[in-house]
């Protein structure tokens, strides 16, 4: 077990067979939180609100208004009450924050493989939310955003489509 799965709790017999094929320490991490749900919508929720904050904090900063915009749509998505939502959230940025990088790209993949179309559908329209929750959409959000959707299995003019929806909120078309 290496150093940091032992500082986040995991590895060792939390990673043997009661791991879902495909789910990763940080979806495992967030969705033992959520202990009360039945599995897989825990599993659903842990990603859900992993794959928002990794868009939160695509422009290196999180701030107050997408941290809570993040809560809400894990409340509203996930029936979760505000304690809940809130510690689902904080789990989901400190995971992004500590790990990012490749565990991006994984956790999305896994969101793929266990959400409905409809479902990573709300995502990407809730990752546009978030990016723009502070009034405007920086670049390396939308770029984001962008890469969230294609890993999510639409294609680019599908998340454009998307983000289109926020197009006055986009900073690279505010300088213009």
């Known amino acids: 077990m290496s ?8 590895g060792g017999a939390a990673r043997g067979a009661a791991a879902a094929v495909g789910e990763t320490a940080s979806v495992r991490r967030i969705a033992a ?12 929720l842990a990603a859900f609100a992993y794959v928002l904050a990794r868009v939160a904090h695509a422009d290196l900063r999180v701030v107050e208004e997408e941290s809570r915009l993040m809560q809400e749509a894990v409340r509203e998505h996930g029936g979760l009450d505000e304690s809940e939502a809130a510690l689902v959230t904080e789990l989901a940025i400190d995971q992004g924050h500590l790990l990012g990088g490749t565990e991006n790209y994984l956790v999305t993949r896994e969101l793929r493989g266990i959400a ?14 978030i990016a723009a929750a502070d009034g405007s959409i920086a670049e390396s959000e939308s770029q984001e955003a962008l890469a969230i959707g294609e890993e999510l299995g639409f294609a680019r003019e599908e998340a454009l489509a998307v983000r289109s929806r926020f197009r006055d909120r986009l900073a690279s078309l505010a300088r213009r």
């Open 33 to 44: 939180a959520l202990a009360r749900l039945p599995a897989e919508r825990a599993r659903y």
């Open 3 to 10: 150093l940091l799965e032992s500082l986040l709790g995991i």
């Open 116 to 129: 409905t179309r409809a479902e990573r559908l709300a995502v990407l329209e809730a990752a546009f939310a």
